[in-house]
């Protein structure tokens, strides 16, 4: 049972890959395990989901894996020494040759890419390290000039910050990893480099409702179209590295709280991901300043913040998780923390308005009440899902048939789920929800819950009723 309502993702690697360190990951905070289809084969991918599963049937608590596509990742060709320094003002060629490069040109094994460019649009190559604007573009080649100088090497990565290229952001391998990564039971499936809203339809159409689709928003098109990218999404990440790189970096902690209060609005988990303990890839304490954001993404009331690099690839992955769970916890704490978190509750959208309805009424009446849980009966979590909206003071307990929606709900904030069968009448409903609602450590004998669920049983979206019940001393 974890004590805040803020969830950890962490990010599986080299450093962690193994059942021994996933296990102490998940014990010192970590409710969700990334896999990185970047750096990930499908047999390694496989062997990470079945070491969480297997850790999940020991511990009696579901675990959420999260399946990251790589997405269309632009990158430059070769060099013919590996490596070129590239030097202010000078005149550079990206062209559709597959010659190995040199001093003055490099291939760009993209045609797409060629045939959009335009004079004036900028180039930048590793992250951004270097920094080109086209003077001259054809069909077949692009003439640009070198604004921040450096050394460019082989297969170096490319981001277009100005360029709308006219293709999927789901590319083959994404569509072989999908497909491997659905077959293996991942409950999320994150796209990179969303640009529109058919980007993610495109995704959720291939996974037939198998997982739940999570956007990355690292584009400036996708800023653009926040609404209506939030809107068809299951969840959001706001992966600011990519942002960072083509945006100007002052606007990337604006964006952060616009998509989070977005997100929010629409009743969306968002995860706020990329260098929030980066110095903990090396060292085992993190900055002041790594400290300050992740506790600014938890007095957000982000659904949950991520570790990539540092769980995956760093030298204390276990300890960057526990750092993050105890960030969390005493952020929760807070005396500030419940105002801030007040001051940003939006109003629903009209989409669904009774079940929303339901949601802000059980909300109000925990706090009213003073009741110590909200017990959701869910289905799909979609109950669950509005009631975290709300970010009621009471935590929520969702009670599911379905294995597959606790694990889903996860990565979703203030919920504890747990996989019980269904319920069959009202009674049933109610006796149930007090047991568990006192097994799992919310409430003891005399307490009062609430209860929230649909009628008739067991269908989906029916949340239509609200009932306070009262522990009695059977109810361990």
């Known amino acids: 049972m974890r004590l805040r309502r803020c969830k950890i993702v962490a990010t599986l690697g080299p450093a962690s890959a193994n059942p021994a360190t996933i296990s102490a990951l998940f014990h010192a905070g970590a409710d969700l395990f990334r896999i990185n289809m970047s750096h990930t084969s499908h047999d390694q991918m496989r062997w990470q989901a079945a070491m969480i599963r297997e850790l999940q049937e020991e511990c009696g608590r579901p675990i959420g894996i999260l399946l990251d596509l790589q997405g269309p990742k632009p990158r ?19 062209d559709s040759d597959p010659a190995p490069g040199g001093q003055n040109r490099v291939g760009l094994p993209h045609p797409k890419i060629l045939r959009s460019l335009k004079p004036g649009h900028t180039i930048l190559i590793d992250d951004g390290k270097v920094r080109l604007h086209v003077a001259e573009a054809s069909a077949t080649h692009a003439v640009a000039i070198v604004d921040v100088a450096g050394v460019i090497s082989n297969r170096k990565g490319v981001s277009l910050p100005d360029t709308e290229i006219p293709v999927s952001s789901i590319t083959k391998k994404d569509q072989a990893d999908l497909k491997a990564g659905l077959d293996a039971g991942m409950d999320w499936v ?31 098109d996708a800023i653009s179209r926040l609404d209506e990218i939030v809107e068809i999404s299951d969840a959001l990440m706001v992966a600011r590295g990519d942002l960072g790189v083509e945006m100007p970096l002052e606007k990337v902690p604006g964006l952060q709280k616009r998509i989070n209060r977005t997100a929010r609005r629409f009743g969306k988990p968002v995860v706020v991901a990329t260098q929030m303990l980066e110095s903990m890839v090396r060292a085992p304490v993190p900055t002041r300043a790594e400290v300050s954001d992740v506790a600014t993404a938890v007095f957000e009331g982000a659904d949950a913040v991520m570790l990539s690099a540092e769980s995956a690839a760093g030298s204390y992955p276990v300890e960057a998780v526990a750092t993050m769970n105890r960030i969390a916890e005493e952020v929760e704490r807070d005396t500030y923390y419940r105002s801030i978190i007040n001051a940003q509750r939006a109003p629903p959208e009209a989409a669904n308005a009774d079940a929303i309805a339901i949601a802000v009424a059980a909300r109000n009446f925990a706090e009213t009440l003073d009741l110590k849980a909200i017990v959701a009966w869910t289905s799909s979590g979609a109950t669950a899902f509005r009631i975290a909206r ?56 005399q307490d009062r819950i609430l209860i929230v669920a649909g009628v008739p049983f067991g269908t989906p979206g029916a949340t239509n009723m609200i009932k306070i019940a009262v522990l009695d001393a059977d109810s361990k």
């Not at 430059?76 to 550079?92: M, N, Y």
């Open 190 to 220: 994150a796209v990179s480099f969303v640009r529109r809203p058919d980007d993610v339809a495109e995704v959720k159409k291939l996974t037939l409702g198998r997982a739940l689709v999570m956007s990355k928003l690292e584009k400036p």
């Open 76 to 94: 430059i060709g070769t060099f013919k020494d590996r490596a070129v320094r590239l030097v202010k003002d000078a005149h550079f060629v990206f």
């Open 390 to 445: 709300e970010r009621p003071e009471a935590p929520v307990l969702a009670l599911t048939p379905n294995r597959e929606t606790a694990c889903r709900l996860a990565l979703v904030w203030g919920v504890h789920a747990v996989v019980t069968k269904d319920a069959h009448d009202v009674d049933d409903m109610a006796k149930r929800a007090c047991k568990l609602a006192g097994r799992e450590g919310f409430a003891e004998a």
